[in-house]
């Protein structure tokens, strides 16, 4: 963190080459006819479907070691890693600078990934095939602190969050027996991180900047949806919230995280940008007790953002930070009607999930 706030101004210039480049890696994204096409299979035209597009490579690397939903879920992770290293291997160096910045997201979600299966004792085996290696620590170095023996010991030899920074949250593990405290800690570093490097991004990164503002205060929103549910006292609430350093935004989520329960929280929220969102998903909270709908619709708000962004401007780096969230927003949604297929969940419980 101090040497990017010693650093000058990240010189970002046209790129043409990696811009058409990332606009026919975009033009192989699905759109809403391929996944409603999708929830009308069965699991082995899935399977078939996603074979002839553009995942084949890694279902077929993969087909002779797996099959079923592991084969696809893996194909997919791979999927996912290799277009951010493609990305990476085609653009100069302040671009692909900025990439592997965003793709720390990435690590942060695996690092999640390898504690929560350390944290129910899950075989070592089943975290490595759930782990993406999207981001900057390397599949192998993440395997390796799958062996550790300990959450302790995983969190020590990380290599991207400083152990200081997650100490508190091991104590909380040991009192509370839960790992809440040390996930908002790697949400706080990796946000605190990539908003302090979008200071240093010239005039062309100020959409980038202004999206990933967008982004921290919806994943606040959700935490206190999430803490407010469960009924958390609000003055533990507000310590779950990560400022983002634009005061006007941390002067709202601060407001919000000050409210008594869900049902002020809900009509605070029906006074802002989010307003249709809340609405649907409260609706369907109240039959359900269920906060995925209103999860779901924040996230739909957020890949509109994201599209805007490769429409308006598709010569600048915002085409590629567009193409990076619409591709994982693209593996969820992937992930999630694969699962709901093999469990035989309905076509329109599976589509109420989905990010469109």
């Keep these: 963190m101090l040497e990017l706030k010693q650093q000058k101004k990240l010189k970002l210039s046209k790129y043409p080459y990696t811009y058409v480049r990332t606009a026919v890696m975009k033009s192989l994204l699905f759109g809403k006819d391929d996944y409603h096409k999708m929830l009308k299979m069965g699991f082995s035209e899935i399977a078939k479907f996603l074979q002839d597009s553009s995942y084949r490579k890694e279902i077929n690397a993969l087909a002779n070691e797996y099959s079923g939903a592991d084969l696809l879920e893996l194909a997919l992770n791979r999927n996912l890693a290799e277009s951010f290293k493609k990305l990476v291997r085609i653009s100069p160096y302040e671009l692909a600078l900025l990439i592997k ?3 720390k997201r990435k690590d942060i979600d695996d690092i999640k990934t ?3 299966g350390k944290f ?10 759930s782990i993406t290696g999207a981001g900057t620590l390397s599949f192998d170095f993440l395997v390796s602190l799958i062996k550790k023996e300990s959450i302790e010991d995983v969190l020590r030899n990380n290599r991207l969050v400083e152990f200081s920074l997650l100490e508190d949250g091991l104590n909380d593990l040991k009192e509370k027996k839960n790992l809440v405290s040390i996930e908002n800690a790697l949400d706080k ?3 605190s991180h990539i908003i302090q490097f979008s200071k240093i991004l010239p005039r062309e990164g100020e959409l980038f ?5 967008e982004e921290v205060e919806i994943s606040n929103i959700l935490t206190l949806l999430r803490l407010k549910k469960a009924r958390i006292g609000k003055s533990v609430a507000k310590n779950f919230i990560i400022l983002s350093g634009n005061r006007l935004k941390d002067s709202k989520i601060i407001r919000l995280a000050g409210l008594d ?6 009509n605070a929220l029906g006074n802002t940008e989010y307003r249709n969102a809340v609405a649907k998903g409260f609706e369907e909270f109240k039959k359900n007790n269920s906060l995925i709908t209103l999860e779901t619709e924040l996230y739909k708000y957020l890949l509109k953002q994201s599209a805007l962004f490769m ?3 598709p010569l600048s780096v915002d085409v590629i930070l ?4 619409a591709k994982e927003i693209e593996v969820r949604n992937l992930k999630i009607i694969v699962k709901g297929r093999q469990l035989g969940l309905s076509e329109k419980f599976i589509e109420n999930q989905l990010v469109l």
């Design 101 to 103: 910045e965003y793709t």
């Design 114 to 116: 390898i504690l929560r």
């Design 120 to 129: 129910t004792n899950a075989n070592e085996k089943l975290i490595e095939n």
């Design 189 to 191: 570093y990796y946000f």
């Design 209 to 213: 900047r202004n999206f990933l503002l």
């Design 261 to 266: 329960d869900l049902e002020e929280l809900s």
């Design 311 to 313: 429409h308006q401007h």
């Design 322 to 325: 567009g193409y990076m969230f």
